[in-house]
């Protein structure tokens, strides 16, 4: 059972550039969801879904596009990259919606944007 | 900003001690959760305690919540060096924004041998 696999692992970006975070799960979750991890600001939720074909903007979805043409799959993709994107992103699912319970997290991709 | 706040930032203690993180937040919650993460890896449910809960057990770890106070606190016991890690808050609210759920910024508790 592999759980939340994101991919790629690392990745580096020149400003301007798009590219699309993947992140799939093999768990029929139907709430999936982005978050960016940066030093001293804790995870802020970029975008959620609750479904095929149903997102949502969360605190910081500037500069980010998702989709969810299936249940398992949840896509990030950064239109024109910036320096300010440099983080870690985590994609993250659960079984429950409203609220999530029991987030279950990728391993993650550290992005940079130079 | 809905987001929680763990206090301290950073805790060190002797394998062996107890260590307690605190959490506050801001508004009505439905529950609130705590996660840990280990360095560079994604993060790892630990805990869930609803609303209408005032304490729960897992193993090593106790939670209470104090919705009077819009507080919480995790206490892990007899810690161990593998404890050694990041802990995060995580509020789930009720009506508008429920299904956002809010992290604070952390604890990071250091466990020395």
């Known amino acids: 059972n592999a759980g939340v696999t994101q991919t790629p692992k690392f990745q580096v970006l020149k400003t301007g550039q798009s590219m699309t975070l993947q992140c799939a799960q093999d768990?029929?979750?139907?709430?999936m969801s982005w978050y960016r991890q940066d030093p001293g600001m804790g995870l802020r939720l970029i975008h959620y879904s609750v479904g095929a074909g149903i997102t949502d903007q969360g605190e910081v979805p500037n500069g980010y596009n998702v989709s969810r043409s299936t249940t398992e799959d949840f896509p990030l993709r950064l239109l024109s990259a910036a320096p300010s994107q440099t983080s870690v992103y985590f994609c993250a699912s659960s079984y429950a919606l409203g609220p999530p319970e029991k987030l279950f997290f990728g391993s993650g991709t550290q992005l940079s944007v130079l | 900003s809905q987001q929680g706040e763990e206090d301290p930032q950073a805790l060190s203690i002797q394998e062996g001690e107890n260590a307690t993180m605190n959490c506050s937040y801001k508004?009505?919650?439905?529950?609130l959760q705590w996660y840990r993460q280990n360095s560079g890896r994604g993060l790892v449910h630990l805990i869930l305690i609803r609303s209408n809960e005032r304490e729960k057990h897992s193993g090593r770890l106790r939670v209470t919540l104090d919705t009077s106070k819009k507080s919480s606190s995790l206490l892990i016991t007899a810690s161990r060096a593998a404890d050694t890690a990041s802990y995060f808050c995580?509020?789930?609210?009720?009506?508008?924004?429920?299904?956002?759920?809010?992290f604070g910024k952390g604890t990071k508790l250091s466990v020395i041998p």
């Open positions: 508004t009505s919650i439905n529950n």
């Open positions: 995580a509020t789930g609210y009720s009506g508008a924004g429920s299904y956002q759920l809010t």
């Open positions: 768990m029929n979750h139907e709430y």
